[in-house]
C-alpha cells in the first residue's frame, strides 16, 4: 500500500506523530509548516465488531 492507506487501520492514539511523510501529509490536509501531534478520531464503524473472547479471572490467593 502506499500514501494514506497504509494507515487506515492503524488508529492508536500518538501513532500520527511518526507520520513524516510530506505526501500523506499533504494527502490529508497538513500544512507544511505543521505536523500531527495525535489523531482525533471522529465517527462510527460501518460494522459492528464481535465482542472480544472474555476469561476468568485467575484468583491467586484468598485472605
Same mark, same amino acid.
Given at each position: 500500500?502506499? &500514501?494514506? %492507506?497504509?494507515? /487506515?487501520?492503524?488508529?492508536?492514539? &500518538?501513532?500520527?506523530?511518526?507520520?513524516? @511523510?510530506?505526501?500523506?501529509?499533504? %494527502?490529508?490536509?497538513?500544512? +507544511? @509548516?505543521?505536523? #500531527? #501531534? /495525535?489523531?482525533?478520531?471522529? &465517527?462510527?464503524?460501518?460494522?459492528?465488531?464481535?465482542?472480544? %473472547?472474555?476469561? /476468568?479471572? @485467575?484468583? +491467586?490467593?484468598?485472605?
Amino acid at each position: 500500500m502506499q &500514501g494514506i %492507506e497504509a494507515y /487506515a487501520n492503524i488508529n492508536w492514539i &500518538g501513532l500520527g506523530m511518526h507520520i513524516r @511523510d510530506r505526501k500523506i501529509l499533504e %494527502e490529508i490536509g497538513v500544512h +507544511l @509548516d505543521c505536523h #500531527v #501531534v /495525535a489523531p482525533i478520531i471522529i &465517527g462510527y464503524r460501518n460494522s459492528k465488531p464481535p465482542a472480544s %473472547e472474555r476469561h /476468568a479471572p @485467575d484468583i +491467586l490467593k484468598i485472605i
